[in-house]
């Protein structure tokens, strides 16, 4: 790639050569064609300057520098990279460019060093600073740099792959300076500051009242029901440790909009939000992420791993890579993967002539670096699997499925409701999270709803809303008025969904809250509530 001052050169060069021929004058052609022998010896001495970089093993590494939010690294918050470069050689090697390879959304902050002086056998320090938008990991993938060579004439690209994950947990975390109070010892002891009263259990005696149909036999009181003349069933209800549940939408219409604004992110951010509130006051807290079926379960502790347990679901929301919930079929996936090898690890696994992939070599290669304790994706074969695992690992984004099945949703937040209660069945609090959006049916929720409030149970459905200015990412290129139709128009629909709700799931006993923007979110430079 040829520098500034090559660019002139030759321009120097075809200027010479024209007034040369012009003016037929000898000498201002030999100054032209010295200038193109510069150039040329240059190029020729500066095309194995990069097979001689590499073999004198020219050494990269990065880490993530401490920060200073609890050591965690949050949306919006910048975090620093440290790198290093060592250079083992006996001349020096100047790198005119910097580029790490880094995930789409985001951002380097723009002070990080143009240019690197490398002398032989020096070590040379540098540091990047980064934003991240939202939740999820990044995968900086590896430093693209430029060797100049010792004229100036020409650059030579190298890359230097060096996967690098981050985990951007939601900002909650930065907050998180000490754990939640330790918890062991009777059950008296684990009670937080608020305490839940059931019934069926303990010695205190809640009421008397009359036989009905379905109470054990063992609950009758004999003394009363002789005194009265029928049938009485003495109830007692002990106090009991507060259960939360989340239950997390995290589907293709929880996705849309530009990171760090969609109603996902703010899902997330939200039920971070509870399970920190819970853990503080003590609370037994549990999670379920859901896309039709139920995605991953945390059951209900509180215990000091309980937070990390949840923020490790909530962050592994963000990067489902499971056939049924992504768009991309198996031809696609290997082209993906492949491609993706070739530029990272150099690396061919294409079948010249055909366009096909070797397919059997390239799940082998991949298998070696794929965590062992990597869960499975779903997948129609191993080897497809192990293709999922890899981008998961990689932070390779696979497209999500946008529209789940008819009934889908609705379906598998039901299906999540009746997987807490069998799992728990302590009185307990639920938070369902999710925009509702396609739901035509609502007789599971209802049903689901309904079984939960005969027993005693809480049941809160919070739709997220999205920043309706950031909702697509073609709203900036298109016409003012365009844009404010398009707010105006998901406006209307949240409402209409948000009144559907109302009626039909309020009839249960259930809370529906339209939760407003940047409410209980805590931002970057703020306490939490």
Excluded at 23 to 34: D, E, H, K, R, T
Excluded at 481 to 505: F, G, K, N, P, W
Aim: glycine fraction near 8%; proline fraction near 7%; aromatic fraction near 6%.
């Amino acid at each position: 790639m040829p520098t500034r001052t090559a660019r002139l050169l030759f321009l120097l060069g075809a200027s010479l050569s024209v007034v040369g021929i012009a003016m037929s004058s000898a000498v201002v052609a030999v100054l032209a064609a010295i200038c193109f022998l510069l150039l040329g010896v240059a190029l020729a001495m500066t095309m194995p300057l990069g097979r001689r970089v590499r073999r004198c093993q020219l050494e990269f590494a990065w880490w993530l520098a401490p920060t200073a939010a609890g050591g965690a690294v949050v949306p919006g918050a910048p975090f620093e990279v440290r790198c290093f470069v060592r250079h083992r050689a006996n001349f020096p090697v100047h790198l005119t460019q910097l580029d790490p390879i880094v995930p789409g959304g985001t951002t380097i902050v723009d002070d990080r060093p143009r240019t690197l002086l490398l002398s032989p056998g020096v070590r040379t320090e540098f540091q990047l600073l980064m934003t991240a938008p939202a939740v999820g990991r990044i995968v900086l993938h590896g430093m693209a740099v430029a060797v100049r060579d010792p004229w100036g004439m020409f650059d030579v690209p190298l890359y230097f792959p060096n996967p690098l994950v981050i985990k951007v947990l939601p900002r909650v975390a930065a907050f998180s300076r000490t754990m939640p109070r330790a918890t062991g010892g009777l059950p008296v002891e684990r009670r937080g500051r608020i305490q839940q009263r059931r019934r069926g259990g303990g010695t205190e005696l809640y009421e008397l009242r009359e036989l009905v149909p379905g109470d054990p036999f063992r609950s009758i009181a004999w003394k009363a029901s002789a005194r009265v003349g029928k049938l009485m069933v003495k109830e007692v209800e002990e106090e009991v440790q507060r259960t939360r549940w989340i239950i997390v939408d995290v589907g293709g219409s929880m996705r849309g909009g530009t990171p760090g604004h969609t109603r996902l992110d703010r899902a997330i951010e939200r039920a971070a939000v509870e399970t920190r509130g819970a853990l503080d006051s003590g609370d037994r807290i549990g999670l379920l992420t859901v896309d039709g079926r139920i995605i991953r379960q945390v059951k209900a502790k509180d215990d000091r791993a309980q937070l990390i347990r949840v923020f490790d679901a909530l962050v592994s929301a963000t990067e489902i890579v499971d056939e049924d919930l992504t768009d991309i079929d198996d031809e696609a996936l290997v082209a993906t993967v492949g491609r993706y090898l070739q530029r990272q690890d150099g690396v061919d696994f294409s079948q010249r002539g055909n366009g096909a992939w070797d397919v059997p070599r390239l799940v082998r290669y991949i298998g070696r670096q794929i965590p062992k304790d990597a869960p499975s994706p779903e997948a129609n074969s191993s080897p497809m699997s192990n293709l999922r695992s890899y981008c998961k690992a990689r932070g390779i984004p696979l497209p999500y499925r946008a529209d789940p099945p008819l009934g889908a949703k609705a379906k598998g937040l039901a299906d999540a409701l009746r997987a807490a209660v069998l799992s728990d069945r302590a009185p307990s609090e639920f938070l369902i999270l999710s925009d509702l959006d396609g739901i035509t049916d609502f007789s599971p929720l209802v049903d689901a709803t309904r079984l939960l409030r005969r027993h005693g149970h809480s049941v809160v459905f919070e739709i997220p809303v999205a920043d309706t200015a950031q909702t697509t990412d073609d709203t900036s290129a298109t016409p003012p008025s365009l844009a404010d139709d398009l707010r105006i128009v998901y406006s209307r629909m949240e409402r209409r969904t948000i009144h559907q709700a109302e009626r039909t799931l309020g009839r249960v006993g259930a809370t529906v809250v339209h939760e407003r923007p940047h409410a209980s979110i805590p931002r970057h430079g703020q306490r939490a509530a």
